[in-house]
């Protein structure tokens, strides 16, 4: 870092960081303990000992262009073994938050999403539009036998959700390229000037996180990562299921699985078994948070949403089918309105909400493997003195 | 002064010689009292002070000398205080003295070589064995001899056993593992309280390998290491191998300034390290020495210290605190790990022999004082200023110099408790 730099301190930037959960961030004297406790950071510029300082002096532009703090997987490591209590893993998850708010597009969500004062708006909006669609498909009835598509008809379910999810993914799309113009602009680690080509480092980057490789290695918290694979291929099983489903509707005109239609036992299988790890490895996620929150981390108002939302989901269509079973079709009418408040609300604000971080740390994860982030230095040999006469072979350490 | 006043003084430490020569020079009696067998504390096992790098022994022995010839200091060793009551004025305490089971009138160790029993060595943290009846080092005062009642009631039926205290007996020492402890009370005017500290327990820094790599030892081995009268006779060499130190590494802050282990700084590491890394270059001109550490902290004149000491370019300063310490299997090398700040690099590196610059825990902090109105703050330091008058390491970390102000002016304090102001 030889090249000249002048430090423009951004005190409210630090108050924000503060405000949004690194809260002990000032308590930091840069002993570098987090860096080492830390089993992923990389060796060269390790996260998240540069953080710390870059918070504490108020340095936004590095941080909130710094693809680290995504390299973090908050298994707390550094922050349990901070002789401090200056919790740097609170402070990564703080920026990474900040980040969302700060790429978002339109800004103004992002705003919203991450305002507790504005949770009530947050929330109702989802809310008010399932029981707009109640209201005008004749309001709450129960129609039976049972059939979703009495209750509210498939087109309407359609023509929200569909522009819910290209709303979303635009948003998310403009959001990371907006990021990822930043990081190759002003990105303050520095990198060789070799880089790996986009789409091959995205590759590259896909390999690490569909088997979860590298939060595996956040060892001594390995309940975190078996309850987010189990998220997140849960909802990958049921994010396939629900295409399934739509396609046949849609394409085939055939009946959903909710009333018997053909090929319907292996989508039960799979939307079951999807289902279940989906909830139960949020369960388990909640559950730490609540009972072990030294090691959880702090939890903030935009962890607890985004928890709330997606454990939500995936509770309320577990109920609804539940009740349908048992024979209620008011209680499964009722909660299936409750599973579409919660599925508008999660696809609404995925680039908002603590959801978008599947796609800003699967970008920073392929921006690290572009720039060759991945480095192991080796260790250095034991120093033997040689005579004075043959000098020069010495090896010369760094002061 | 209407009638002589008496000074209770705990601990035979550097605090509380000081403490018990300045009162008693002073006109008072003054009863030393210390646990150990011999006067000299932690300091008695130092190779040399900073920064000056002279040996602490000419300065205990002036110490020694004006007990000696002072009959108004009655030094009890091998004892502790069990209960201190009254106020300032008027205490009574009551003090437990061990046995030495060894009654010594030649001051020779001769009959010491045979003694079939061997015991760690405490003076040497334990880095070599001494014999159980011995004298606790060369320099020591008392100068007389000590058993190891426990180790010795082991064997007291052995043929060998008896022989050996057979042939002591020739010599004039009389070994009595029947001795008993007695309990004697009495009545002092002030108290002054200088039980010290003892090194952080490193075995406690799960990932800085003390204990679990042969060659990581703690900043007081290092002292003991460097000394002529140590387990080595001086010789800087690794505990694995008995291989002479080349690259040596300093650990700093190891379990200070960490809220999981001692949440303060001890204040004197820095310069322990810096005045250790000279032992090593004294000892071997081709060895290099790199001191790993958060900050370096040179209060006052220790400033010139550092610089004079920093000026070697086989010291070399490191900014980054190390996290993990690992041994190479086969070398038995030790391997450190950490985050070099000022470039921005994480350090793997290997050396011989690794000093973990560990801090000072007050015993007070683990053994609180048996006696009425003493406050402490968090970490188990004195904090109270009235009655039980603390002095040196009890109040708060410091180095020797600063030990002996204070212990000055903690035997000020007890003086005027004599008088009733």
Redesign the interface.
């Known amino acids: 870092m030889a090249k000249e730099f002048v430090a423009e301190p951004d005190l409210q930037f630090t108050r924000d960081v503060i405000a949004a959960g690194g809260s002990d961030v000032k308590k930091c004297y840069q002993c570098a303990t987090c860096s080492v406790a830390c089993p992923i950071s990389p060796d060269n510029s390790p996260y998240p000992r540069k953080e710390m300082i870059w918070a504490q002096w108020g340095l936004k532009d590095r941080l909130v262009n710094d693809p680290d703090i995504w390299l973090c997987h908050h298994c707390n490591d550094c922050s349990t073994q901070c002789p401090r209590g200056a919790n740097p893993g609170d402070l990564m998850k703080a920026v990474r938050k900040m980040v969302i708010e700060e790429n978002s597009w339109p800004s103004f969500l992002g705003g919203l999403v991450g305002q507790p004062s504005l949770m009530v708006l947050t929330l109702g909006i989802p809310v008010a539009v399932v029981l707009f669609l109640v209201y005008i498909n004749g309001g709450f009835r129960a129609p039976q036998p049972l059939n979703y598509g009495e209750f509210i008809n498939y087109l309407y379910i359609q023509g929200v959700y569909t522009f819910a999810l290209v709303f979303a993914v635009v948003s998310m799309v403009l959001s990371l390229k907006k990021y990822w113009a930043n990081l190759e602009a002003n990105c303050p680690i520095n990198v060789g000037a070799v880089r790996k080509p986009f789409v091959p480092s995205l590759i590259e980057a896909f390999k690490e996180i569909l088997p979860h490789d590298k939060f595996k290695e956040c060892e001594a918290n390995n309940i975190r990562y078996a309850s987010h694979l189990m998220v997140f291929w849960g909802m990958i099983g049921l994010f396939v299921t629900t295409a399934i489903v739509a396609f046949n509707i849609d394409i085939l005109h055939i009946a959903p699985p909710s009333r018997g239609g053909p090929g319907t036992v292996p989508i039960k299988i799979l939307g079951n078994v999807s289902a279940i790890a989906f909830v139960l490895g949020l369960g388990i996620m909640i559950v730490r948070r609540i009972t072990q929150p030294d090691q959880a981390g702090n939890s903030s108002y935009f962890d607890w949403l985004f928890l709330f939302v997606i454990f939500g989901t995936g509770a309320t269509g577990l109920l609804t089918e539940l009740v349908r079973w048992a024979g209620s079709a008011p209680g499964a009418y009722f909660l299936y309105a409750v599973h579409l408040m919660f599925v508008l609300a999660l696809l609404l604000y995925l680039p908002f909400s603590k959801f978008a971080h599947i796609g800003y740390r699967t970008l920073a994860i392929a921006w690290g493997k572009s720039a060759g982030r991945d480095v192991t230095l080796p260790v250095v040999p034991n120093y033997a003195p040689v005579p004075a006469q043959e000098g020069g072979a010495e090896e010369t350490p760094q002061a | 002064m209407a009638g002589q006043k008496t000074v209770l003084v705990v601990g035979g430490g550097i605090s509380g010689i000081t403490a018990a020569v300045e009162a008693a020079e002073a006109g008072c009696k003054v009863i030393l009292v210390e646990r150990l067998p011999y006067l000299g504390g932690r300091v008695a096992q130092l190779n040399k002070y900073f920064p000056k790098l002279c040996p602490p022994t000419c300065g205990l022995e002036i110490n020694f000398r004006r007990i000696r010839r002072n009959p108004d200091i009655t030094v009890y060793t091998l004892a502790e205080v069990e209960r201190i009551a009254g106020k300032p004025g008027a205490y009574t305490a009551s003090i437990k003295i061990s046995p030495r089971y060894v009654e010594d009138h030649t001051a020779t160790s001769k009959c010491v070589e045979d003694c079939p029993v061997e015991i760690p060595n405490d003076f040497n943290y334990g880095m070599d064995k001494t014999k159980a009846v011995s004298l606790p080092y060369e320099m020591a005062y008392p100068m007389n001899l000590v058993a190891n009642g426990d180790a010795l009631n082991k064997v007291k039926d052995t043929p060998g056993f008896k022989s050996f205290v057979e042939s002591c007996t020739k010599k004039g020492i009389r070994i009595d593992l029947e001795a008993k402890a007695e309990t004697i009370d009495v009545e002092v005017d002030s108290v002054v309280w200088a039980t010290g500290w003892r090194p952080y327990d490193a075995t406690k820094l799960e990932k800085l390998g003390f204990g679990t790599c042969a060659n990581v030892i703690t900043n007081v081995m290092m002292e003991r290491l460097a000394a002529a009268n140590g387990p080595t006779r001086g010789e800087i060499v690794r505990p694995s191998d008995g291989k002479k130190v080349?690259?040596l590494a300093f650990v700093q802050?190891a379990g200070s300034?960490?809220?999981?282990?001692l949440p303060y700084c001890s204040s004197i590491c820095c310069l322990a390290s810096l005045k250790q890394a000279t032992y090593l270059r004294d000892y071997n001109p081709?060895?290099?020495a790199?001191i790993f550490y958060?900050?370096l902290r040179a209060h006052g004149r220790f400033e010139f210290f550092f610089d004079r000491v920093t000026k070697d370019d086989k010291i070399?300063?490191?900014k980054?605190?190390i996290?993990?310490v690992t041994e190479d299997p086969v070398?038995k090398?030790v391997?450190l790990?950490?985050?070099?700040?000022l470039?921005?690099?994480?350090?793997?590196?290997?050396?011989?022999m690794a000093v973990l610059a560990t801090g000072m825990q007050p015993n007070t902090s683990v053994e609180k004082i048996p006696g009425p109105g003493v406050t402490y703050d968090d970490f188990g330091f004195v904090v109270s200023a009235t009655g039980i008058h603390g002095a040196g390491v009890t109040k708060r970390p410091m180095d020797v110099g600063t030990c002996l102000q204070d212990a000055t002016g903690a035997a000020l304090k007890a003086l005027q408790d004599t008088v009733g102001r």
């Open positions: 080349n690259n802050c300034r960490d809220r999981n282990h081709e060895a290099q790199q958060i900050d070399i300063l490191t980054g605190k996290v993990n070398t090398d391997i790990e950490g985050e070099d700040i470039s921005g690099q994480k350090i793997r590196r290997t050396f011989d």
